[in-house]
Structures are given as C-alpha cells and as structure tokens.
C-alpha cells in the first residue's frame, strides 16, 4: 500500500512539475518577444518617497511594468527572476536605466526637482560594463549622478565582496548614491556593512507589516543606520499608524500605499503639485 501511495504522489509531483515547466517556458518565451520590442510591451511606474516630517517629496522609485496583450500586466516579482535566468535582464535593465533617466531630465526640464531610484538586479551588477554603462546612461540623459540612487540587494554585498566594493566606490566617486533594498531579509553581517560605501538602507516592508511586533528590530536597523551615517528609509507604509510608529522610532523616510501607489510619470507630476500628507498628523 505504502508503495502504490508513494507512487501516485510522484506521479501528482511529476503533473505538477509538469504544468509548472510548461507555464515557465511559456513565460520564456513571450518574454523574449516582448523584450524584442520593449517600448511596446513595458513601462516604469513611480512611487514617491516621503520625508514625512517635511511633508514633502523627495524622489521616486521606478518600478518595471509589463503589459502582456493577453494576459495583461505582469508582475516583475514573475518576470524579474525569469529574466534573470535567461540572461534577457541585461537588456531590459539597460531600458529601465535609459528611460528612467530620460524621465528625470524630462522632469528637470519641466522645473521639478527630485531624485530617482533605479533597482539593480545581481546579476546586472555583476556585468564588468555594469558601471560604465550606468554613467553612460546618466551622461547621456544629462541629468546629475547625484539625483540618481541605484538599490542593490544584501545578495550583492555577500556573494561578490571585493569587486562590490570597487564597484561601488567608482559609483559615489561619480556622485551616484547607493541604497540596500529590502534590508534585513539577507544576511549581509555589520562588518560587510561598515566596509561598504551605502548611503541608505532600506528596511524590509516585512518588517513594516508587524511593526507592532517587530518594532525592536526595526528600532536597531534605525539606530544602527544612525551610528553607521546611513539614511534610512521604511518601505511598504501602508497604514497612518504604522506611520506615526515610525516618526516615534525617529525614521522620517517613507513608502508604500499610505501616501501613493506606484504610478505613471503624468499621475506623478499631478501627485507632485500637493503636499504628500494633507492633514497634519
Ligand atoms: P522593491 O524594489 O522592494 O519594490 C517595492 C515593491 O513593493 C513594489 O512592488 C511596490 O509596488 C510594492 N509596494 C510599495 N508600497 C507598498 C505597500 O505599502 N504595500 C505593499 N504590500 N506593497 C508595496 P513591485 O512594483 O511589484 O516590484 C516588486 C519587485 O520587483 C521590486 O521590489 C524589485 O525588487 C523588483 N523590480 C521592480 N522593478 C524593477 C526593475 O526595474 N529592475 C529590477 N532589477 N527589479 C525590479
Ligand atoms: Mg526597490
Ligand atoms: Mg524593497
Ligand atoms: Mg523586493
């Protein structure tokens, strides 16, 4: 019995699996198309970054979107490690990083200033052009290195140390800033911390989400941040009083729904025009 039973549920893995490779090359495959003709299948959204206790915005994270004309929008948490995979990241972070900076300077161009956030993959970064290209990209739009902020993962820090380091030292020589995205899911230790030239660190939403039970650690990341002269901001803000909890553990730095959804660069600039927090809080 115990046999026939063992059976059956390698037989139901295998199905799954099955289905579960099917629809992963199906993804591989569309998504070599759409990368074929990018401007037509992907956009950037946006979502502000708050200084809360300014009231005032102080830049935005873009974030990839891709419209599927069947399935509609996917999310990059589906096609982001795809990508990866198949090494089609290159070209479409190489798009993330043009267009966004275009976006900037459009931006400039129109008055408004502020700054932009641009997601790193690990893979990207570890590309011997990645840092080349990246100022390139800058260069080109024509917009400063210091209003651009590349996030990068713990991963990054652990996996590649001494070319990380080089690579992000040429990055701030170049006046770019440097934040660790979703902080405190990895397992970068304070001793890789202190070596590495961050600028910001980004705590986990996570964390955010069980603020009322995870509010020693993110107190430490705060402090810890402080003493190391890094900024921090809280992702995945989602409620008023996870945002007052914040201003009492003295984190000034927001984002997440409370104040704004990601969203396109014609709803930012109308999003712009009011303070982010209308009420005194
Ligand atoms: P991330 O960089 O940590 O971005 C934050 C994610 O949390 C975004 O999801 C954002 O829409 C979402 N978010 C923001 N505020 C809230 C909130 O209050 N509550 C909740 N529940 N979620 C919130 P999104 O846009 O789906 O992106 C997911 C991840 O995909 C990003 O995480 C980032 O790691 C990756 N990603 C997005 N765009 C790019 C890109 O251009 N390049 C690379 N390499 N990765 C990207
Ligand atoms: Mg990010
Ligand atoms: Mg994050
Ligand atoms: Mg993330």
Same mark, same amino acid.
């Given at each position: 019995?115990?046999?026939?039973? &063992?059976?059956?549920?390698?037989?139901?893995?295998?199905?799954?699996?099955?289905?579960?490779?099917?629809?992963?090359?199906?993804?591989?495959? !569309?998504?070599?198309?759409?990368?074929?003709?990018?401007?037509?299948?992907?956009?950037?959204?946006?979502?502000?970054?708050?200084?809360?206790?300014?009231?005032?915005?102080?830049?935005?994270?873009?974030?990839?979107?891709?419209?599927?004309?069947?399935? &509609?929008?996917?999310?990059?948490?589906?096609?982001?490690?795809?990508?990866?995979?198949?090494?089609?990241?290159?070209?479409?972070? @190489?798009?993330?990083?043009?267009?966004?900076?275009?976006?900037?300077?459009?931006?400039?161009?129109?008055? $408004?200033?502020?700054?932009?956030?641009?997601?790193?993959?690990?893979?990207?970064?570890?590309?011997?052009?990645?840092?080349?290209?990246?100022?390139?990209?800058?260069?080109?739009? &024509?917009?400063?290195?210091?209003?651009?902020?590349? !996030?990068?993962?713990?991963?990054?820090?652990?996996?590649?140390?001494?070319?990380?380091?080089?690579?992000?030292?040429?990055?701030?020589?170049?006046?770019?800033?440097?934040?660790?995205?979703?902080?405190?899911?990895?397992?970068?230790?304070?001793?890789?911390?202190?070596?590495?030239? $961050?600028?910001?660190?980004? $705590?986990?939403?996570?964390?955010?989400?069980?603020?009322?039970?995870?509010?020693?650690?993110?107190?430490?990341?705060?402090?810890?941040?402080? @003493?190391?002269?890094?900024?921090?901001?809280?992702? &995945?803000?989602?409620?008023? !009083?996870?945002?007052?909890?914040?201003?009492?553990?003295?984190?000034?730095?927001?984002?997440?729904?409370?104040?704004?959804?990601? $969203?396109?660069?014609?709803?930012?600039?109308?999003?712009?025009?009011?303070?982010?927090?209308?009420?005194?809080?």
């Amino acid at each position: 019995f115990a046999k026939e039973k &063992g059976r059956n549920n390698s037989q139901l893995f295998t199905k799954s699996m099955r289905i579960f490779m099917v629809e992963r090359l199906h993804l591989q495959h !569309e998504l070599r198309k759409a990368i074929e003709n990018i401007d037509n299948h992907f956009f950037l959204v946006y979502q502000p970054k708050i200084d809360v206790m300014a009231n005032k915005v102080l830049g935005v994270e873009a974030l990839l979107r891709w419209k599927h004309p069947e399935t &509609g929008l996917i999310s990059p948490a589906r096609f982001i490690p795809i990508a990866e995979e198949m090494g089609t990241i290159n070209a479409l972070s @190489k798009w993330v990083m043009n267009e966004a900076s275009r976006q900037l300077r459009s931006w400039n161009d129109k008055g $408004i200033k502020m700054s932009i956030c641009i997601n790193v993959s690990p893979l990207l970064f570890q590309q011997a052009d990645f840092v080349e290209s990246t100022l390139y990209a800058i260069e080109e739009a &024509g917009v400063e290195p210091s209003d651009v902020q590349l !996030e990068i993962t713990e991963s990054v820090l652990t996996i590649y140390l001494d070319e990380a380091i080089d690579k992000l030292n040429l990055l701030k020589s170049n006046g770019l800033t440097i934040a660790i995205d979703d902080f405190g899911t990895g397992y970068s230790s304070l001793s890789v911390l202190r070596k590495m030239p $961050i600028d910001r660190l980004k $705590i986990d939403q996570s964390f955010i989400r069980d603020l009322q039970k995870d509010k020693e650690i993110v107190a430490l990341i705060i402090s810890m941040a402080n @003493k190391l002269g890094m900024h921090v901001t809280a992702e &995945g803000v989602e409620t008023m !009083e996870q945002c007052k909890q914040l201003q009492d553990l003295h984190c000034s730095e927001m984002q997440g729904y409370f104040f704004s959804k990601p $969203i396109t660069a014609e709803e930012m600039e109308e999003y712009l025009k009011r303070p982010p927090i209308s009420s005194s809080i």
